[in-house]
C-alpha cells in the first residue's frame, strides 16, 4: 500500500494554520459536462469549501481555464463565500501548476499543506495535484467537490492520485478536520456549511431548535405554576 507523500511517517491529518485552498476551474461551462454526481451538489460542495475556508481563515487561489471560451466563467459562489480569495488570470496552461504567477501565489502563502478541488476531476484537481507533491507539499484532494465525465473517469483519477501520494477526501471530511470542535462561537456558522455539503441536515437543525422551543416552553409552564 502505498503511503502518503511529504507526511514523514505522521497522520496525513489537515493543520489549518499550515493550510492553503486552491479551487480550480469550477466554471459554469465545464460544470456542463460533469457526469459523476449532480451539478447543484457540486455546487453547493465548491461553495462550501469556500465558506470553510473563511471561517477557518485559510488563503484560497482560484484560477479558471481560458473563462472568455467554453468553459465560461468561476461559479460566483466561490468569491461570494471566500472574499479574501486571490484570482490567478492563466495563459492557456492546462495545468494551473505550469502557471508562474498561480505557483508564487501558492508560494506567497507560506502555507505546505493544500487541499486542491477542480473540475475537470482528472486534469484540472489531479494534474496540480501532482505538481504540488513533487515539489514537497502536503496535498488534500476534494474528490466531491471536483467532477468529470463519468463515475469511471473518477474512479480511475482516484486510484492515480492515491498512487502519486495525495490524500484523497471528501468535503464533509474537510469540513470536520478544520471545524476540528463544536465548541466554539462560530459553531451555527459551520452547522450552516454542512446544510451545503448534505442538505438533509438542515432537517437535524430544525428538529434540535424545536425541541428546545418545546424544552424552553415547558420550563416556563412549569414555572409559571
Known amino acids: 500500500m502505498s503511503q502518503p507523500a511529504n507526511f514523514n511517517g505522521k497522520r496525513p491529518a489537515i493543520d489549518p494554520a499550515d493550510t492553503a485552498m486552491l479551487l480550480i476551474d469550477h466554471q459554469s461551462g465545464l460544470f456542463q459536462t460533469v457526469g459523476d454526481m449532480p451539478m447543484p451538489e457540486l455546487r453547493l460542495r465548491a461553495a462550501a469549501l469556500a465558506k470553510m475556508a473563511t471561517l ?3 488563503p484560497v487561489i482560484t484560477t479558471a481555464s481560458v473563462p472568455q471560451g467554453p468553459n465560461g466563467p468561476l461559479i460566483p459562489e466561490i468569491h461570494e463565500n471566500a472574499p479574501h480569495a486571490k484570482y490567478v488570470a492563466r495563459k492557456g496552461e492546462i495545468n494551473a501548476w505550469d502557471n ?3 505557483v508564487a501565489a501558492v508560494e506567497a502563502t507560506g502555507r505546505k499543506t493544500l487541499i486542491i478541488a477542480g473540475t475537470i476531476t482528472s486534469v484540472c484537481m489531479a494534474f496540480p495535484a501532482f505538481s504540488a507533491v513533487a515539489e514537497g507539499y502536503r496535498v488534500f484532494a476534494v474528490v466531491d ?3 468529470t465525465y463519468s463515475k469511471m473517469a473518477q474512479e480511475i483519477t ?4 492515491v498512487q502519486a501520494g495525495v490524500v484523497p477526501m471528501d468535503t464533509a471530511a474537510v469540513a470536520s478536520e478544520l471545524q476540528q470542535t463544536w465548541h466554539r462561537d462560530d459553531a451555527q456558522q459551520w452547522a450552516e456549511v ?9 432537517l437535524l437543525i430544525e428538529s434540535y431548535m424545536k425541541a428546545q422551543d418545546v424544552q424552553k416552553n415547558g420550563e416556563v409552564l412549569d414555572s409559571a405554576r
Request: hydrophobic share 40%; net charge positive.
Open 56 to 58: 477557518s481563515k485559510l
Open 100 to 102: 508562474p504567477d498561480f
Open 145 to 147: 467537490a471536483s467532477g
Open 158 to 161: 482516484l486510484a492515480r492520485v
Open 194 to 202: 454542512y446544510t451545503k455539503i448534505f442538505p438533509a441536515y438542515q
